[in-house]
């Protein structure tokens, strides 16, 4: 690995993060959110928040107000039920990418379906292009089969490739990757990346990375990102 490739990644390690355990929420913070701050990790471009949070059954947030963000909610395992001030109400699976444009304001609750088994997600704020923005929502569902093997497309700005549509210049990848399986990443021009992964272990350009573990990626990086073990990982390209 070359020292260029070096300085275009900052990895940020899943064992630094802020976390809290609460008994009913196990949570750990990528980025300063709540009772965890650190001056040095506020965020990254656009993208905010990128809480791991570990919800037991019968549990959850109870109903509270957002503005001016857009909410991503990835889930790993388990399942979430969600209702909104807006009249939307489901429960999001493994799988789901649910998108809600708090804008001028919403209320949501998020608890978990089950009674038996905890939920395991990624929730994810990036800021919005713009403020007072109307709220919208939206939830598609990405099988595992669409993601294996490749960088999945599950959010942008224009919700093209069946995408969801967000508010802000961010195109969102998921990835499974059985151990031995590669993917390319590459940001392009003047745009940077940050890769979160979820579960499992991956190698980028030969430094390994495990479930937690994050990394921002410069404009002009190249790289690759192979499977040690069975593994799934995001990867924001942001502009």
């Given at each position: ?29 990528t980025f300063s959110f709540a009772d965890y701050f650190d001056p040095r990790f506020m965020g990254f471009r656009s993208l905010r928040v990128i809480n791991e949070d570990r919800v037991a ?24 039920e969600h209702k909104d001030s807006m009249g939307n109400g489901s429960v999001i699976v493994a799988g789901d990418v649910q998108r809600m444009t708090a804008g001028t304001g919403v209320t ?132």
């Amino acid at each position: 690995m070359t020292k260029r490739t070096m300085e275009l990644m900052t990895i940020r390690p899943g064992n630094e993060r802020g976390h809290f355990n609460w008994g009913w929420l196990d949570t750990y913070h990528t980025f300063s959110f709540a009772d965890y701050f650190d001056p040095r990790f506020m965020g990254f471009r656009s993208l905010r928040v990128i809480n791991e949070d570990r919800v037991a059954p019968g549990r959850g947030f109870p109903t509270h107000p957002h503005r001016d963000m857009e909410i991503l909610t990835y889930i790993l395992s388990g399942g979430l039920e969600h209702k909104d001030s807006m009249g939307n109400g489901s429960v999001i699976v493994a799988g789901d990418v649910q998108r809600m444009t708090a804008g001028t304001g919403v209320t949501h609750s998020e608890y978990n379906a089950s009674s038996v088994e905890p939920v395991h997600l990624l929730q994810i704020w990036i800021q919005p292009e713009s403020k007072q923005l109307t709220p919208g929502y939206e939830q598609k569902h990405f099988s595992v089969d669409e993601r294996r093997g490749i960088l999945r497309l599950v959010a942008s700005r224009t919700g093209h490739g069946g995408s969801v549509g967000i508010h802000q210049d961010v195109n969102l990848y998921a990835a499974i990757l059985d151990a031995g399986q590669s993917v390319d990443v590459a940001t392009a021009g003047d745009r940077f990346g940050w890769i979160q992964v979820a579960r499992g272990s991956i190698h980028l350009n030969g430094v390994s990375l495990s479930a937690g573990d994050g990394v921002a990626l410069g404009n002009g990086f190249t790289g690759t990102c192979g499977a040690t073990v069975d593994a799934e990982f995001l990867f924001f390209d942001l502009g």
